[in-house]
């Protein structure tokens, strides 16, 4: 079991950059790959970025590489994203999510189990 709860979202100018992190409970945290994904009005989740338990594996999306890092703390319990270049279809709520599975590269939103509630990321051209 593991909560989630993001934070950092808000509104900045195309170009700009901002970071979000996850703040998870659970004793296991350490055990889970964590991802973060994102979802625009109308449109289905889509996976943005992963990286394992260990924090030595990361996979993004192709259409975000070069503009994003995801990162993981786990002493603080905590996962980052970091976006650059943001563009106004970055424009979504994104959330963090945690995979109990060993298996990396996972994409799909089903393969993640426990989910925060979304922060808000606006873009303003």
């Known amino acids: 079991q593991v909560q989630l709860v993001e934070s950092g979202g808000g509104l900045v100018q195309a170009g700009g950059s901002l970071s979000l992190s996850c703040a998870a409970s659970g004793r296991t945290f350490s055990n889970y790959a964590m991802a973060w994904f994102r979802q625009a009005p109308g449109k289905e989740r889509e996976f943005v970025a992963g990286i394992d338990w260990r924090g030595l594996r990361t996979w993004y999306a192709d259409s975000e590489k070069g503009r994003l890092t995801i990162s993981r703390d786990n002493a603080r319990k905590t996962v980052f994203l970091q976006m650059h270049s943001l563009k106004p279809e970055d424009t979504a709520v994104y959330y963090c999510?945690?995979?109990?599975?060993?298996?990396?590269?996972?994409?799909?939103?089903?393969?993640?189990?426990?989910w925060g509630q979304g922060t808000q990321v606006t873009v303003s051209s």
């Open positions: 999510a945690a995979d109990l599975s060993l298996v990396a590269n996972r994409r799909r939103p089903n393969d993640y189990e426990y």
